[in-house]
């Protein structure tokens, strides 16, 4: 059986579809951070089958929710301070992500003005459609489960 221990303070993301926890690591920039993170890959679960578990030892400031909730909302935030669970947040698709991804249409401002935030607006929550700000083009996150 497979330990990992505790962690003091930080947060552990739980219920992540498998394979996914990689690609968490690097759009959250857990890597730029100097911090303890415990990448556990097809976990077995009751719920899903398989699942992936992030554990990460840091201030709970550090992670980005917005970028976390357009990822995968159905992921579990355990928030976790002197070894407890504090606090279970709930993710939401944000109302906007800021360059979290790009705009594919070439005839669009952000083709043209490289420093130019690429900003996308949530327009359909059921279906997960975002649209840039700038052009209107559609983007559909179809990297889910």
Same mark, same amino acid.
């Given at each position: 059986?497979?330990?990992?221990?505790?962690?003091?303070?930080?947060?552990?993301?739980?219920?992540?579809?498998?394979?996914?926890?990689?690609?968490?690591?690097?759009?959250?920039?857990?890597?730029?951070?100097?911090?303890?993170?415990?990448?556990?890959?097809?976990?077995?679960?009751? !719920?899903?089958?398989? !699942?992936?578990?992030?554990?990460? &030892?840091?201030?709970? &400031?550090?992670?980005?929710?917005?970028?976390?909730?357009?990822?995968?909302?159905?992921?579990?935030?355990?928030?976790?301070?002197?070894?407890?669970?504090?606090?279970?947040?709930?993710?939401?698709?944000?109302?906007?992500?800021?360059?979290?991804?790009?705009?594919?249409?070439?005839?669009?401002?952000?083709?043209?003005?490289?420093?130019?935030?690429?900003?996308?607006?949530?327009?359909?929550?059921?279906?997960?459609?975002?649209?840039?700000?700038?052009?209107?083009?559609?983007?559909?996150?179809?990297?889910?489960?």
């Amino acid at each position: 059986m497979l330990n990992i221990s505790g962690i003091q303070e930080g947060f552990v993301l739980d219920h992540i579809q498998a394979g996914m926890s990689l690609r968490l690591y690097h759009d959250l920039k857990l890597d730029r951070l100097d911090c303890s993170v415990a990448i556990i890959k097809n976990a077995r679960s009751n !719920k899903m089958g398989k !699942k992936d578990i992030l554990k990460v &030892e840091c201030p709970v &400031e550090a992670l980005d929710l917005d970028i976390l909730g357009f990822i995968d909302h159905n992921i579990t935030v355990n928030v976790i301070k002197d070894s407890k669970i504090v606090e279970k947040k709930e993710l939401r698709l944000p109302k906007m992500v800021k360059n979290v991804i790009s705009c594919k249409n070439p005839r669009c401002i952000t083709s043209i003005e490289q420093e130019l935030d690429q900003i996308f607006i949530l327009t359909d929550e059921k279906k997960e459609i975002y649209r840039c700000k700038y052009c209107e083009e559609k983007f559909r996150n179809t990297k889910k489960r």
